[in-house]
């Protein structure tokens, strides 16, 4: 048998155990390492959840406060355009009451307007 293709082999073989021991060992202590880490970002995280709850607690009430506002303002709104609807109605009412009055009071102006127009002397051109 060829010894010298065996000895490059064992060789071979020794260097990719060497290799594979060394990066297990690295690998270890890389997860080692990040499990350190969590655990001192651990109290961090913890942290920034409860503020979020309390900003999601804070938003909730908000929510409810606006809703209450808008419900009110619609109301409101819903009042102002009743009050004014009667407003409109009771000038409806009353421009009908009016309107012949206000309509003999044009035609009676028209009518004078028209006799003064026909006693005025035409302009004289010179």
Known sequence: MNTGLLNAVLVLAAIFFVANTVLFIALAVAVMKMAQTLKELQPK????????????????????????????????????????????????????????ALAAAVALFKIISTVQSMRRPAPKKD
Request: charged share 15%.
């Open 45 to 100: 995280l913890n942290a920034v959840a409860n503020k979020l709850d309390a900003v999601g607690t804070d938003v909730q009430k908000l929510s409810r406060t606006v809703q209450t506002t808008v419900q009110g303002v619609g109301e409101r709104a819903i009042s102002v355009a009743s009050t004014a609807q009667g407003f409109a109605s009771l000038a409806s009412r009353q421009a009908g009451r009016f309107s012949p």
